[in-house]
Nanobody, 122 residues
């Protein structure tokens, strides 16, 4: 069974930074990614990484501010978030996929974590 545990969320003022982590149980994932969901909004893809080639993909709203990375030894996924804005406030989830196109579509993700809350105040 796959286990994903996010951590690192919190409250920060606009312009600040946070680093999210996602500890994943070991398995042959093709893609790992971060999503977010604000109240009354649909879940939004934030960033994804191809575990083999290291390709990364970002939503336009976070390009240049967020960086996704992976520690292959610890099997941990990270999301470094800089220049945070109130619009980044949401529950952040990590997810894994065993295949699918690049960048992965919504339906390609197999497992999700429980989420970690990020709140950015102005």
């Amino acid at each position: 069974q796959v286990h994903l545990m996010e951590s690192g969320g919190g409250s920060v003022q606009a312009g600040g930074s946070l680093r999210l982590s996602c500890a994943a149980s070991r398995d042959r994932y093709m893609h790992m990614g971060w999503f977010r969901q604000a109240p009354m909004n649909d879940r939004e893809a934030v960033a994804a990484i191809h575990t083999g080639d290291g390709y990364t993909h970002y939503a336009d709203t976070v390009k240049g501010r967020f960086t996704i990375s992976r520690d292959n030894v610890q099997n941990t996924l990270y999301l470094q978030m800089n220049s945070l804005e109130p619009g980044d406030t949401a529950m952040y989830y990590c997810a894994v996929a065993y295949g699918g196109k690049w960048p992965p579509g919504v339906g390609d993700w197999s497992y999700w974590g429980q989420g970690t809350q990020v709140t950015v105040s102005s």
